[in-house]
């Protein structure tokens, strides 16, 4: 390794040990953003939603015999809703608290109400709102569902590049789908855009300002779900000592690591974020010190986490709460895949090109002595990896593992 922590640049991983990091309780900046009381009531709430259950959390045996760790523990998010990643939960309640909270304030109430109100009192209203967005895939996909179950319009922007499977399962929820020429920055330009014009309401994945921030709260505040899941799903008073997340802006990296934080004070686990070497905007604003925005291409197979710049969310609880910051290869990506769906000690998983980047980010540092040090991981650690996607385009999918999607 370099002294910096990081492999050199020839290799397929670099390790970056957060220099920000701060050993104290969860404190009110913090708790400005995300709380136990308002994880509770998105706990309520979706689990309220038709079709809830929580998403597998796998013991994963022959992986911990390999890696030399007490357990592995694998949160697969493909079977949320059925619409196969944790952005199942941020985007839908993001756009049911947004409409929520319209309607509340109409009626000069302060608190939102809850979908179940809005369907049964205010369907109208609704039938004539259009939520909009930028998309790669994920995002896009769920907030058309949300959009469905309120019953409102929903337009999403993608790039022109985008699979037509991806684009196809945005359409089946009901969404028109806008290709814009470039990638997801363009297509955010114009759907930002659009919705000034027209009126609409820009459901986005990352907060832009303070007129987005609370939206980047709700929908921050629903990926908490997953973590309280986890940590009901674990088995008798197991805490695990390590999580490795999956990060694009960092919303869902934020969500778990403030639950977990807040949730288990002292005894929190160690905290590692996973990106692509392509686009590692957190790593590279752990190294700066604050917020850097990437230039280039992002050239990467993992569309979900191809994002040039931190949210801003997600930056303030990251910097103080997260212990490292990891950016791995495509090709690691893609190994994982494979290894995933093979038949053997551990039933085989169909996880996508982004949910895989935690699996391979923990067989990447597990691998490497001086790495494992650095880390803590030893044979008495017991790690949590969070898979946010399955195989969301089973096209790219069979080509990159050989075969169609299937799980044991």
């Known amino acids: 390794m370099t002294p910096d922590g990081n492999e050199p640049t020839d290799s397929h991983w670099r390790l970056l040990a957060n220099p920000h990091v701060e050993d104290r309780p969860y404190g009110s900046a913090e708790r400005a953003i995300l709380t136990l009381d308002c994880h509770a009531d998105a706990w309520e709430e979706i689990r309220s939603w038709p079709g809830y259950a929580p998403t597998p959390l796998h013991p994963l045996r022959g992986f911990a015999r390999e ?83 309120l019953g409102c319009r929903c337009v999403i922007f993608v790039p022109a590049a985008m699979s037509p499977a991806r684009a196809q399962a945005m359409v089946s929820f009901g969404a028109d789908v806008v290709r814009v020429e470039g990638g997801y920055d363009e297509a955010s330009h114009v759907a930002r855009a659009t919705a000034a014009a027209e009126g609409w ?24 779900v997953l973590a309280g899941e986890v940590l009901e799903q674990l088995p008798g008073d197991s805490i695990p000592t390590h999580v490795f997340v999956p990060a694009g802006v960092g919303g869902l990296a934020g969500a778990v ?113 001086e790495a494992r040090g650095r880390l803590g991981l030893d044979a008495d650690s017991r790690v949590v990896v969070i898979a946010t996607e399955g195989a969301t385009d089973p096209i790219i999918y069979e080509r990159i593992v050989g075969h169609p999607p299937r799980s044991g």
């Open 257 to 369: 690591t403030a639950h977990l934080w807040e949730a288990l004070g002292e005894r929190r686990p160690t905290m590692v974020i996973v990106e692509s070497e392509k686009a590692d905007c957190l790593l590279q604003s752990a190294r700066a010190g604050h917020p850097v925005t990437l230039e280039g291409p992002l050239d990467t197979m993992m569309l979900g986490l191809a994002c040039r710049e931190p949210s801003p969310l997600a930056w303030s609880i990251l910097r103080p709460g997260a212990h490292f910051f990891l950016a791995i290869s495509d090709q690691v990506s893609a190994e994982t895949m494979r290894r995933l769906a093979m038949e053997g000690d551990d039933p085989p998983i169909a996880v996508g090109e982004s949910g895989a980047a935690s699996m391979a980010g923990l067989v990447c540092v597990a691998s490497d002595e």
């Open 201 to 224: 309401q820009v459901i986005s994945d990352k907060s832009e300002g303070p007129a987005t921030e609370q939206m980047g709260r709700d929908m921050m505040q629903g990926c908490t």
């Open 67 to 149: 890696l030399r760790l007490a357990a592995v523990w694998h949160k697969d998010e493909g079977p949320r809703f059925g619409l196969g990643s944790f952005k199942a939960l941020g985007g839908p309640y993001g756009v049911v608290r947004q409409m929520g909270r319209e309607v509340a304030g109409r009626a000069g109430e302060s608190e939102p109400i809850s979908l179940a109100q809005l369907r049964t009192g205010h369907g109208e209203a609704l039938s004539r709102t259009t939520v909009t967005c930028a998309s790669t895939g994920n995002h896009g996909r769920s907030l058309a569902w949300g959009a469905r179950l």
